[in-house]
């Protein structure tokens, strides 16, 4: 069997963000393979441990990607497919590219993170599935291969449900389905030598971003800091608490 | 013409179909062209008898082969619908199943997708929305061309009132390849999930300092008393002290309630980008020094076991005054 990680590469959570001219600046940021995507790779690498076959990480994104793609290599992924365009191209647009990548690689199983730390979208991979007519499965928590099909549970709005899916698939993952390993020094050395193959967007016939992204701000909301001390009289502070949000706030 | 999904239970809208409804009305005035909604899964014919005061035409998709969600169906109907309208918008609600179905559906119409938007307007040939991004600690402006998709992120819009009688027209739709590819084989409902956390007014969000499952007793009596919601931390679902549809944060839900209850947990970044757009943030925390308090309105430093019982106590007052 194969199976295919959909990855990006994004700025870490815990730096801080910059904004230049009207839109966020990366320079100098530290980029890392999307903690959302990790589980994915995670995934695939667990499938092709427990019942053989090719564990590969396909990627739309700037040539800078391929460094997100040497540490899912570094965690385990035999290959990886990178379609390189600079600038934001809308996760529609790179759907109708990705599957004609993922067309060719006619894998069994597809993974990607649940939601993206840089737009936070969730489209890329249900837009995958529907331009290559296969279904999708989000917020994956627990996954299992049972012949040509799939059982995986998988949170809705409310509840959460299992589900037998037709492969191929495409899923997406969340926090709970695995708990992605660190990269060993020997599997950072090997990643070195693994093939990454690079398209450029264009021969994949990918059109201009259906959309548009005029401007960005940094945007935190100011908070009043009202903070009561009740290290020696807690119950008085949770009630003046309470009055406070009754009264004042008029949220209670 | 605009075509607004409207979610509901089964037997009455849920509050985000009424979001919808605003938001579609607000294009219509410039773009032109009527409200049509669309009602899908079982219910649709009973729930049709509301919705049409918000719309010209409801449709619905209804009947056994629409018993169970999955995004495959969801956007089958929902493009069978929009080619009937002859839409060129379609809103959806940002809500989990929304945000599954309606990239399925762009990419169908070949449409833009805007996606978790707070506002959507649309000026001359341009369609705008405005969203947070980067972890929600950005605020972008986009925009595209028609056709386009618009998801509704909950809790940004006022409700719709009812204006006038619509008509109703059930849509038959083939379902073709789509039919058994994915089977549900079981259902898991969120313990407390009275209401659902991502359109909840009130949430109350426990840490790992609540020590273990049984104090999320309390988490859920104040969320009770409240109407309101559990959420919990990531380290708490690690514990396996609550479900994961609890989770709040970065690899979370996100919910941005009237007014957020951050109880002992520090209050780490990723945490806060699932909650940091709550109206009114307030937190109990032991520690003085916690990044949580940073990020909070009103917050009382104390132990959560002698703050929390009084906190409840005193909201019961209120409710029986």
Known sequence: ?252 | MILTFMDHDGTKLRKSALESVTRARKLAQTIGGEVVGLLVGPGAETVAQEAKKYVTKVYTVSGPDWQNYTAEKWALAAYAAAEAAGAKVVITPASRSGRSWSPRLAFKLNAALLEDTLDSWAEGEKVFASKYSFLNRVLEKQAASFPAVISVKPNTTPLAEPAGEGAVAALSVELGEVENKVEVLEKISESGGKVALTEAEVVVTGGRGMGSAEAFGMIEELADLLGGAVGATRAVIDAGWRPYGEQIGQTGKTVQPNVYFALALSGAVQHQAGMNKSKVVVAVNKDPDAPVFKESDYGVVGDIHQVLPVMIEEVKKLKNA
Request: glycine share 8%; aromatic share 4%.
């Open chain 1, 1 to 252: 069997m194969k199976y295919v990680a959909i990855i990006r590469q994004v700025p870490d959570g815990e730096s801080k963000i910059k904004v230049d001219g009207g839109k966020v600046s990366l320079e100098g940021a530290t980029l890392i393979l999307d903690q959302m995507d990790e589980y994915a790779v995670e995934q695939i690498i667990r499938l092709k441990e427990a019942a053989g076959g090719e564990a590969v990480v396909v990627a739309f994104g700037p040539e800078r990607t391929e460094e997100a793609m040497r540490t899912a290599l570094a965690m385990g992924a035999d290959r990886g497919v990178l379609i390189t365009a600079e600038g934001y191209v809308d996760p529609i647009t790179q759907a109708a590219a990705l599957a004609k990548v993922l067309a060719e690689e006619a894998p069994d199983v597809v993974f990607s993170g649940g939601q993206q730390a840089d737009w936070d979208s969730q489209a890329l991979g249900p837009a995958v599935a529907e331009a290559l007519g296969w279904p999708s499965v989000t917020w994956t928590t627990a996954f299992e291969l049972d012949g040509a099909s799939a059982k995986a549970t998988h949170d809705l709005d409310e509840g959460a449900e299992v589900v037998k899916v037709a492969l191929p698939a495409i899923f997406t993952a969340q926090q709970g389905l695995n708990e992605p390993r660190y990269p060993t020094l020997p599997g950072i050395m090997k990643a070195k030598k693994k093939e990454i193959k690079k398209i450029d967007a264009a021969e994949l016939g990918v059109s201009a971003s259906k959309v548009e992204i005029l401007e960005q701000q940094i945007m935190e909301l100011e908070r009043q800091g009202k903070i009561i001390d009740g290290s020696k009289e807690p119950a008085a502070a949770a009630a003046e608490l309470i009055r406070l949000l009754h009264e004042e706030a008029k949220v209670l």
